[in-house]
């Protein structure tokens, strides 16, 4: 197991102890989890990275990259919805779509055929981080920084509500048109009857 893979496959175990964070409710909890956060983020460009520098790019470490962003993302995502601050309808919305492209994304490579990313997948991808980082954030704010007593602590926290509030309905708009444009871009050749068992 090479540095790349183990940083691609730390946001794993990152993932489980930002959800844990978020469910506390000791000092700095907030904090915690929004700092594991920016570090999960940064494992993502990291490891490419250096998969490049040191020659180490694998089929194995692109797979597990998009893998683990997705495991990541969810996973918030999820807990988000367990602690109110968005609707768990929105979530299965983008939960379905990962679904079905990574599916997608199987079926095609058994014919061969290697679905790149799209400009709007990876657009889809920062709209999803800026969102679940607002509300991270918020948290912050709101349990962190409350103890000040000032105004604009909760003025802060509901920019950063609101904010998050629209960018995840923004990134729900991206998730869903991106994967309008995967399937017409190659769902010709993932439904193509090829008399395949499908059992």
Known sequence: MNLPNLLTLSRIPLMFLIVWLMREDFAWAATGAFVLFVIAGLTDWLDGYVARKQGLVSNFGILMDALTDKILMLG????????G???IFLVLLILGR???ITGMRLVAATKGVVVAAESSGKQK????????????LEAVVRADLSGSGSDWTLQLAN???WTGLILFWLCVFMTLYSGAKYFKKYGELV?????????
Do not use: K, P, Y
């Open 98 to 100: 990962e679904f079905m």
């Open 159 to 161: 920019i950063l509500n």
């Open 125 to 136: 991808t920062v709209t999803q981080i800026l969102a679940v980082g607002a509300f991270l």
């Open 191 to 199: 439904f193509l009857d090829d008399g395949g068992d499908r059992s």
């Open 76 to 83: 918030l995502m999820i807990a988000l919805v367990d602690v």
């Open 85 to 87: 601050q968005i609707h």
